[in-house]
């Protein structure tokens, strides 16, 4: 089993849905983060975040410690945000372990 | 203030030859990481370099691959005698200081070995 488990791995979305990707991990960590990785292989990194919710814009984090849970959601989806999305948590020594990813489709 | 810089961008080597991949971080940012990501895989931690100081090796294969952070300039991932297996995307990441700090990654460095 994976340390960092995604779900779903593919999601095909239309324009304008609201859209949940999963993360559950297995070991202990000091912080999660989310990445956007472009179709020209670029990282973005979206959110760090250690505990409860953060926003940015139509993307939302949360976090839940306890149940070693994650959920980033996206509001009123666009074309472009079509990417894969990484979840990968932090490491005692600073360094990221990640999930598989999530490929996200948005159709107009 | 520039993002992380990673060239070259693009790299093709024949089996056999070496390859240096090159990652200056953010400004100010003293620790480096380096990812790999294999061909539909996800990113595998490689290394974790602080200036002149290797931190954490624990994902760096033990044969062929080393990696340097100089007091002066970028840091260097080096892989000698490339294999076809080592055709990857290489990352690298940079932040202010470990602990809870965000880690900001550069475009990635596309190795193809033929």
């Known amino acids: 089993k994976n340390e960092v488990e995604q779900s779903p791995q593919n999601l095909t979305a239309q324009e304008g849905e609201f859209i949940t990707i999963n993360c559950s991990y297995s070991?202990?960590?000091?912080?999660l983060h989310w990445l956007q990785q472009h179709p020209g292989g670029g990282i973005v990194s979206l959110f760090m975040?250690?505990?409860g919710k953060k926003k940015h814009g139509r993307l939302i984090a949360t976090i839940n410690i306890q149940e070693k849970h994650s959920s980033l959601h996206i509001t009123a989806s666009h074309p472009r945000d079509s990417a894969v999305y990484i979840c990968?948590?932090?490491?005692?020594?600073?360094?990221?372990?990640f999930g598989k990813g999530t490929k996200l489709s948005v159709k107009p | 203030n520039a993002g992380v810089m990673q060239n070259p961008r693009h790299l093709v080597r024949r089996r056999g030859q070496e390859a240096r991949l090159r990652c200056s971080p953010m400004?100010?940012?003293?620790?480096v990481y380096w990812y790999r990501q294999l061909p539909e895989e996800g990113l595998k931690f490689m290394v974790y370099?602080?200036?002149?100081?290797?931190?954490?090796e624990s994902g760096m294969p033990k044969e062929r691959f080393s990696a340097e952070f100089p007091k002066e300039g970028p840091s260097i991932l080096r892989i000698q005698q490339v294999v076809r297996g080592d055709s990857a995307a290489y990352f690298c990441?940079?932040?202010?200081?470990?602990?809870?700090?965000?880690?900001?990654f550069g475009p990635g460095t596309r190795l193809t070995v033929l």
């Open positions: 990441a940079s932040s202010l200081t470990t602990g809870n700090n965000e880690q900001f």
């Open positions: 070991v202990g960590i000091s912080a």
């Open positions: 975040l250690s505990s």
């Open positions: 990968a948590v932090r490491g005692s020594q600073g360094n990221l372990i």
């Open positions: 400004k100010g940012h003293s620790h």
């Open positions: 370099l602080q200036k002149e100081n290797i931190i954490d």
